[in-house]
Nanobody
Framework: VQLQASGGGLVQAGGSLMLSCTAS????????ISWYRRAPGLEAELVAT???????NYADSLKDRFTISSDTPKNTVYLKANNLRPEDTAVYYC??????????????WGQGTLVTVSS
């Protein structure tokens, strides 16, 4: 299973970006797909999660500006970030969780996409 994150880039404060995370490889049913971010010098932070049934959950500090959604036929999960701030600068990663018989809970990570917000 491979997760390909894309959509990062340089944006001015107040701008928006749409990040994409596309899964490919083995046909595995993911239970959840999440977006994390890691800013320089800081620990990774959970941004948002979407379940296979479409239930969403957000970090309290980000829920007013970030929206997670999915397109199941395209095996893609999106993260729309609005009104971006310099402190949103980070590498954004997607992570998919699945339950594999004989292995239990397994996390799959994408390679990350860099978002840089200029002031």
């Amino acid at each position: 299973v491979q997760l390909q994150a894309s959509g990062g880039g340089l944006v001015q404060a107040g701008g928006s970006l749409m990040l994409s995370c596309t899964a490919s490889g083995a046909a595995i049913a993911f239970r959840t797909i999440s977006w994390y971010r890691r800013a320089p010098g800081l620990e990774a932070e959970l941004v948002a999660t979407i379940t296979r049934g479409g239930i969403t959950n957000y970090a309290d500090s980000l829920k007013d500006r970030f929206t997670i959604s999915s397109d199941t036929p395209k095996n893609t999960v999106y993260l729309k970030a609005n009104n971006l701030r310099p402190e949103d600068t980070a590498v954004y990663y997607c992570m998919a969780n699945s339950w594999i018989a004989g292995r239990g809970s397994v996390d799959y990570w994408g390679q990350g996409t860099l978002v840089t917000v200029s002031s």
